[in-house]
């Protein structure tokens, strides 16, 4: 089965940059799209096709792609912003069976 | 108000079934492809089910396929999962969330897959004996 790889927790102080990755063998032809959990929360999408931002968002928060990995940069981070985030995709199957990264959790202090 | 409210979690024994409901409001349900997710205690994200807006199309994780079936009335704006042989894995909150809608054109609707741009609240399912 298909898996997203991504590293279960980042720490920044606030105002530093935060960069959480996604692994997975598809994200060559496939988007990644995250979503931001903070306890307690329905999740929230930040970004999604790779590096758009829905209305609402942040500025701060921005994505990318290159080849197997996907990153969400978190510019500045504020203390707001400590949550788990999930990357989320699909494999190459055509398939549809669409999947969750395992979720960092992001600790700004 | 636009907001997703599902129903139905509760205690079941392993190797029964339960069925929960999405109520939507404040929004044209019968439009938009929706989707159940997941998240067992302390635990990540787990897509469970997708079906479009007009029940045409159906996908389920391999986890939950053949006991899982997802359904939807959009006379009643309501979404579905039945939930059977429940297994102790299967205890978890699960959310229903919308697809973000790209377009209708000729009487059919478009979602786009993974763009999830509204949320239930959840309801927790734990099975156990």
């Known amino acids: 089965s298909y898996e997203l790889t991504q590293p279960p927790s980042v720490s920044v102080s606030p105002g530093q940059t935060a960069r959480i990755t996604c692994s997975g063998d598809?994200?060559?032809?496939?988007?990644a799209y995250w979503y931001q959990q903070k306890s307690g929360q329905a999740p929230v999408l930040v970004i999604y096709?790779?590096?758009k931002r829905p209305s609402g968002i942040p500025e701060r928060f921005s994505g990318s792609s290159s080849g197997t990995m996907a990153t969400l940069t978190i510019s500045g981070a504020q203390v707001e912003d400590e949550a788990d985030y999930y990357c989320?995709?699909?494999?190459?199957?055509?398939?549809?069976?669409?999947?969750f990264g395992g979720g960092t959790k992001l600790t700004v202090l | 108000e636009v907001q997703l409210v599902e129903s139905g979690g509760g205690l079941v024994k392993p190797g029964g079934s339960l069925r929960l409901s999405c109520a939507a409001s404040?929004?044209?349900?019968?439009?938009?492809?929706m989707n159940w997710v997941r998240q067992a205690p302390g635990k990540g994200l787990e897509w469970v089910s997708s079906?479009?807006?007009?029940?045409?199309?159906?996908y389920y994780a391999d986890s939950v396929k053949g006991r899982f079936t997802i359904s939807r009335d959009n006379a009643k704006n309501s979404l579905y999962l039945q939930m059977n042989s429940l297994r102790a894995e299967d205890t978890a909150v699960y959310y229903c969330?919308?697809?973000?809608?790209?377009?209708?054109?000729?009487?059919?609707?478009?979602?786009?897959?993974?763009?999830?741009?509204?949320w239930g609240r959840g309801t927790l399912v734990t099975v156990s004996s």
């Open positions: 969330a919308r697809d973000f809608l790209l377009y209708c054109s000729g009487g059919s609707c478009y979602s786009e897959e993974g763009y999830f741009d509204l």
């Open positions: 404040g929004f044209t349900f019968s439009s938009y492809s």
């Open positions: 079906i479009s807006s007009s029940s045409s199309y159906i």
């Open positions: 598809a994200l060559p032809k496939k988007y």
């Open positions: 096709e790779d590096s």
């Open positions: 989320y995709s699909t494999d190459s199957s055509g398939n549809h069976i669409w999947v």
